[in-house]
């Protein structure tokens, strides 16, 4: 069965660093997403993406993130400045219509020192 | 703005049923979505229901809608030991594509 694929699976970085988050969404599928779950705490909506814009966004989702989608297959959440605070787990989703179930990777454990 | 609640915890014997259970606010929800955590590993759709049916049943899996209460329920049958994981249920409301999460379910299922 298709997956989404997440890499690193573990990033650990210094606080005021950028990192990069990297997805690859299932080949036929055209909406992408973000989202993050804090140690304890829900799973939260960041950002959705389609035809190469953001479609929806939530207030979390501020001006230290950014998203991309470099090539046909890439999906990127980019992270200016980290803080502590960003320490969480990455989730990027993907579907291949605008009402059908998101598909889920593995998720990206993000620890910021 | 949308909130959905889950109890934290639900521990079963293995062979028995699991109910898991789930409120929401909104109202305008047109899916509603279940999710499986296993540990270290994403969120795997185990299914979903559209908020125009009352019930979804998948092999073991029995979803029930009850629109009026905004009341979700998963029930697992003939729980087995693997079924051991957080489940989330999710709700999505009209022309969004955000999915609001509830905080998860611990299922333990004890041999």
């Known amino acids: 069965e298709p997956e989404v694929t997440q890499t690193p699976s573990h990033q650990v970085t210094q606080m005021g660093q950028e990192v990069i988050l990297r997805c690859v969404p299932i080949s036929n599928h055209l909406y992408f997403y973000w989202y993050r779950q804090i140690l304890g705490q829900k799973v939260e909506f960041l950002v959705s993406?389609?035809?190469?814009?953001?479609?929806?966004k939530s207030e979390i989702f501020d001006d230290q993130f950014s998203v991309e989608r470099p090539d046909g297959s890439n999906f990127t959440l980019k992270i200016r400045s980290t803080k502590l605070e960003d320490s969480a787990m990455y989730f990027c989703?993907?579907?291949?219509?605008?009402?059908?179930?998101?598909?889920f990777g593995n998720g990206t454990r993000l620890t910021v020192t | 703005g949308e909130d959905v609640e889950q109890s934290l915890f639900l521990s079963v014997r293995e062979g028995d049923s699991s109910v898991i259970n789930c409120t929401y606010t909104d109202s305008s929800s047109t899916y509603l979505y279940w999710y499986k955590q296993e540990p270290g590993a994403g969120l795997q759709l185990l299914t979903y229901?559209?908020?125009?049916?009352d019930m979804k049943q998948d092999q073991r899996l029995t979803v029930l809608l009850n629109k009026k209460d905004k009341h979700l329920s998963l029930r697992i049958a003939d729980t087995q030991t693997g079924d051991s994981a957080i489940y989330f249920c999710?709700?999505?409301?009209?022309?969004?594509?955000?999915?609001?999460f509830g905080s998860g379910t611990r299922l333990q299922v004890q041999p």
């Open positions: 999710a709700e999505r409301d009209t022309g969004r594509r955000a999915l609001t």
């Open positions: 993406f389609y035809n190469n814009e953001i479609s929806e």
């Open positions: 229901i559209f908020s125009n049916m």
């Open positions: 989703a993907s579907s291949d219509r605008p009402d059908s179930p998101l598909h």
